[in-house]
């Protein structure tokens, strides 16, 4: 059984930064892709970021290019989202999701299988 736990949200002001973490259970973490979303209130939950398998290669919605980066340390079991420049646009759910393959890294929620419990971030201004 998958269980994925993020952990590093909280309260920020704009401009800030936060590393959020997803821990993985499972032995399997270092086989699958894995990707960020988030949920605001009032809107549907979107892509952030994804990774595949090893780290080479790396995908990211438009409105957090160049201000987040996604990473992933296989010998932790951990994925990473390293987040600068905040703002309060920013402010959501954060969730970590594992892919259904090594190398899908696609925006599509309803692709990706086991999902965390979801951190929150709020960037204030």
């Known amino acids: 059984q998958v269980q994925l736990v993020e952990s590093g949200g909280g309260l920020v002001q704009a401009g800030g930064s936060l590393r959020l973490s997803c821990s993985a259970s499972g032995r399997t973490f270092s086989r699958y892709a894995m990707g960020w979303f988030r949920h605001a209130p009032g809107k549907e939950r979107e892509f952030v970021a994804a990774?595949?398998?090893?780290?080479?290669?790396?995908s990211y919605a438009d409105s957090v290019k160049g201000r987040f980066t996604i990473s992933r340390d296989n010998a932790k079991d951990t994925l990473y989202l390293r987040m600068n420049s905040l703002k309060p646009e920013d402010t959501a759910v954060y969730y970590c999701?594992?892919?259904?393959?090594?190398?899908?890294?696609?925006?599509?929620?309803?692709?990706?299988?086991?999902w965390g419990q979801g951190t929150q971030v709020t960037v204030s201004s």
């Open positions: 990774i595949s398998w090893g780290g080479g290669r790396t």
């Open positions: 999701a594992r892919a259904p393959t090594s190398t899908y890294m696609g925006p599509r929620t309803d692709e990706y299988d086991y």
